[in-house]
């Protein structure tokens, strides 16, 4: 099964930026669906942003406008560019992909603290 690692994460200011990269070990130009997911303590995991193959985005209300994802084929790798960082959005981010409705196992994710 494919692997996610996770990477950028670590403490901002509020109003900072950060970017957040997630290396999968197989081929990323195959897979369909892919996001950034985010869990803060005491919450449920949230999704953040997705993105399909064919470019279409999708970003939660709260950091639409703010966060950016995107995807190298070339390097396996999925991005997230964070602007505009609010104390909220502190959590654990993780990446992963989606197949029939299945979720591949959980990275480590890394994590973003905001601090105000």
């Known amino acids: 099964q494919v692997q996610f690692v996770e990477s950028g994460g670590g403490l901002v200011q509020a109003g900072g930026s950060l970017g957040l990269s997630c290396t999968a070990s197989?081929?990323?130009?195959?897979?369909?669906?892919m996001g950034w997911y985010r869990q803060a303590p005491g919450k449920q995991r949230e999704a953040v942003a997705t993105?399909?193959?064919?470019?279409?985005?999708n970003y939660a209300p709260s950091v639409k406008g703010r966060f950016s994802i995107s995807r190298d084929n070339a390097k396996n790798t999925l991005h997230l560019q964070m602007n505009s960082l609010e104390p909220e959005d502190s959590a654990v981010y993780y990446c992963?992909?989606?197949?029939?409705?299945?979720?591949?196992?959980w990275g480590q994710g890394t994590q973003v603290t905001v601090s105000s």
């Open positions: 992963n992909t989606m197949l029939n409705g299945v979720f591949s196992p």
């Open positions: 197989e081929n990323i130009s195959k897979m369909y669906f």
């Open positions: 993105t399909t193959r064919a470019g279409i985005t």
